[in-house]
């Protein structure tokens, strides 16, 4: 098994910066890539941006493109996403998630561990 847990959500204005982790551990050799995937209320769990657990992959929404940057630190087993120039439709709960080899990057069902999510919160 593989544990996730997320860090550094909380409420930011409009424009700002948050930059949340997610640390992992148990059975990280089982781990192909990270990702991080956000739910706003009423609304399905999308995709967000995903790393390779090794070399330089990475995939992202195109909501995100240039605002929200993955990054990972492998001695420390964890990865970042740094988020900037947030708004408020950037409002949700975000979950990291951890794929083994062969599974979709982008889909819910390609994921085979989660965290519990934290909630980042945007202001007008």
């Known amino acids: 098994q593989v544990q996730l847990v997320e860090s550094g959500g909380g409420l930011v204005q409009a424009g700002g910066p948050l930059r949340l982790s997610c640390a992992a551990s148990?059975?990280?050799?089982?781990?192909?890539?990270m990702g991080w995937f956000r739910q706003a209320p009423g609304k399905e769990r999308e995709f967000v941006e995903a790393i390779s657990w090794y070399g330089d992959t990475t995939y992202y929404t195109d909501s995100v493109k240039g605002r929200f940057t993955i990054s990972r630190d492998n001695p420390k087993n964890t990865v970042y996403l740094q988020m900037n120039s947030l708004k408020p439709e950037d409002t949700a709960v975000y979950y990291c998630a951890a794929k083994s080899y062969g599974t979709s990057w982008y889909e819910r069902d390609g994921y085979d561990y989660w965290g519990q999510g934290t909630q980042v919160t945007v202001s007008s």
């Open positions: 148990g059975r990280t050799f089982r781990i192909n890539a």
